[in-house]
């Protein structure tokens, strides 16, 4: 059992919405990064946040952006909802960024 | 981009041993090569991580090819508990998951 928890567990969208989705992560941890996972496929990462800064991103839209805090956790935000969005984001953190990552159980969102 | 190559699935019988083999030709000097497994509805759980040498925790081992080019996880007892799906990752700044390999164990 980790230490990172992510909010909510569910959540359904309209197409065009925008959401926030949230992670908090384990103590100790100043790494945080960011997963879409589509029914069936691998994670996809979409960003890491390093001490409150954006040090690595995959190849998403700049409509998925995020946040960092100053007690490291973290948020995803995505605007302008698209069906495709529709998917389990995981969280992860860790205390470097080539060290073992502990990762939540996801928010499982559904865009309609 | 770091990519990873592996199989897709493997059959293992049960309190057999099992070599997950991982192909990362692209890999550069920095990247640390990481092991994840996955079961349906959760969270990826880390299994091992290495940068040259072979490492051994109580989960697995984990053989580095000389050249870096390839790894392979060894879990040297399967149970059924072991049957998810096992990701191989090249970790810096970024993350990359492949397909994974979706491994059954046979009782």
């Known amino acids: 059992e980790t230490g990172v928890t992510q909010s909510p567990t569910h959540l359904i969208k309209t197409r065009g919405q925008q959401v926030t989705l949230r992670c908090s992560s384990q103590s100790g941890h100043n790494t945080v990064s960011w997963y879409q996972q589509a029914l069936g496929q691998g994670p996809q990462f979409i960003f890491q946040?390093?001490?409150?800064?954006?040090?690595g991103r995959g190849n998403f839209p700049p409509r998925f952006s995020g946040l960092q805090f100053p007690n490291y956790s973290s948020e995803l935000n995505v605007n302008a909802l698209e069906l495709d969005d529709s998917a389990l984001y995981l969280c992860a953190s860790s205390q470097a960024s080539n060290t073992e990552a502990f990762f939540g159980q996801g928010t499982r969102l559904t865009v309609v | 981009d770091a990519k990873t190559t592996q199989p897709n699935s493997m059959e293992s019988n049960e309190e057999e041993p099992v070599h997950l083999p991982c192909n990362h030709s692209t890999i550069s000097g920095t990247d640390y090569i990481h092991w994840y497994r996955q079961l349906p509805s959760q969270g990826p759980e880390y299994v091992i991580h290495g940068l040259t040498s072979n490492v051994n925790n109580r989960m697995a081992s984990l053989a580095i090819a000389e050249d870096r080019k390839s790894s392979t996880l060894i879990l040297h007892r399967a149970t059924l508990r072991d049957a998810a799906v096992y990701y191989c990752i090249l970790r810096g700044n970024q993350f990359y998951f492949g397909t994974g390999t979706s491994l059954t164990v046979i009782p």
């Open positions: 946040y390093y001490r409150e800064e954006e040090n």
